[in-house]
């Protein structure tokens, strides 16, 4: 089957660096997204990664191994507004995006 | 209209009853996707469409279908609907084509059967 797990759950503070994990085993392999859910929002689009290596967007990066079936979120100078919800999703042989559960960031001050 | 708007915003719902919940685009996507999303799972695809005309099942299509009569709107039908489709339904859409193809989100539709 096809399966992609994250953390469930993390608390980082105002201002620090965290990382939100994301591995996977899917059926082909066209390319991983982040897209982040404020509570009670649609999600929305972060980035794409389809080469191994990292790519970087601002305060957030996104790092991708194929060969470890391995991704990161890299969140950096972590503001109040980071809170939410990073979903991890990969596009698989059939086109078809599989979600993992997501990841729910605290942020304190 | 700017991006995808969902309606209504919220139901609640008699189970039996039917129930449409409209999508529509302004952006011209060929593709569009219906998901439902439940506390502790990931977004579950229930149907989708490459481009008018034409659409596909998804991992859970059961009790559930669509109609894509033209690009812009994409309609998601509960026949007789269940206590087990209460949930929060995001339509999405993408261009079709490109690398990237990345998937852009309504504003979803919380819907409760009782």
């Known amino acids: 089957g096809q399966n992609i797990d994250q953390p469930t759950e993390m608390t980082a503070t105002e201002g620090a660096i965290v990382q939100i994990n994301c591995t996977y085993q899917t059926s082909g392999f066209n390319g991983l997204f982040w897209y982040q859910q404020h509570a009670g929002e649609a999600p929305t689009f972060l980035s794409y990664?389809?080469l191994d290596g990292l790519e970087e967007k601002g305060r957030f990066s996104s790092f991708l191994s194929r060969s470890k079936g391995y991704s990161y979120l890299l969140l950096k100078e972590l503001q109040m507004k980071d809170s939410a919800s990073y979903l991890c999703?990969?596009?698989?042989?059939?086109?078809?995006?599989?979600w993992g559960a997501g990841t729910k960031l605290i942020i304190k001050p | 209209i700017a991006g995808i708007t969902q309606a209504p915003t919220s139901q609640i719902l008699a189970a039996g009853r039917r129930m449409t919940l409209r999508c529509t685009q302004d952006?011209?996507?060929?593709?569009m996707y219906w998901y439902r999303q439940d506390l502790g799972l990931g977004l579950r695809l229930i149907h989708y469409?490459?481009?008018?005309?034409?659409?596909g099942k998804g991992e859970v299509p059961d009790g559930y279908s669509v109609s894509r009569a033209n690009t812009d709107d994409f309609p998601l039908t509960l026949a007789s609907a269940v206590p087990s489709q209460t949930s929060v339904y995001f339509c999405?859409?993408?261009?079709?084509?490109?690398?990237?193809?990345?998937?852009?989100f309504g504003p979803g539709t919380r819907l409760t059967v009782l």
């Open positions: 999703a990969v596009r698989d042989s059939n086109y078809q995006l599989i």
């Open positions: 952006m011209r996507h060929n593709a």
């Open positions: 999405a859409s993408s261009p079709g084509q490109g690398a990237t193809d990345t998937q852009y």
């Open positions: 469409s490459n481009t008018a005309g034409t659409t």
């Open positions: 990664n389809v």
